[in-house]
């Protein structure tokens, strides 16, 4: 059998805030839940744990970075983050200026943060749809993104999305620069491979 993602539709005249969208994650902390910003709400089956342990490596790498280079702060895929367009969406890897973050108030920082990361990095499961992870990514850009990385392990390619930039596609990269958005960081893919 295999888990699909659940797109359950809401009425326009039944919208969650933010604090009730918050509270309905809490209640139900084993699903991985998504927000689009027409109000629907996602709900995705865990990774395999290929994809796990491939994430955990994706996310360590930005995270030892981070710890050296200190002028940001990193985020694992169980992160929500609400979006300029009330999207509530948990990037895979993401990477925000220091100094963005410090301006939220605790309360904030608290709850699925008022934020768009400044990085992200989204790993395709075998089960995601490519089509719809690039409109994901699309969106990401939209929402402030000023750079995103899609994985691709099955085609061993790296989409790289930035503003006002055309989709850049890489095949079979041994590594991928943060540059200039995360200055010194170099992905590597070996392990991700």
Known sequence: MTLSTLVVKMP???QMTDEQFFDFCQINQDLRIERT?????IIMPPTGSETGNRNGDLFG???IWTKKD???IT???????TFPSGQTLSP???WIKLERWNALSPEEKDRFAPICPDFVIELRSPSDSLKLLKEKMQEYIKEGVKLGLLIDRKQRKVYIY?????EECLDNPATVSGEPILPGFVLELSEIW
């Open 12 to 14: 326009s005249t039944f």
């Open 37 to 41: 910003k027409t109000g629907d709400v």
């Open 61 to 63: 790498q930005l995270w």
């Open 70 to 72: 200190k002028t940001g």
């Open 75 to 81: 985020f694992d895929s169980s992160t929500g983050f």
């Open 92 to 94: 895979d890897v993401s």
């Open 162 to 166: 930035r503003p006002e930039v055309p």
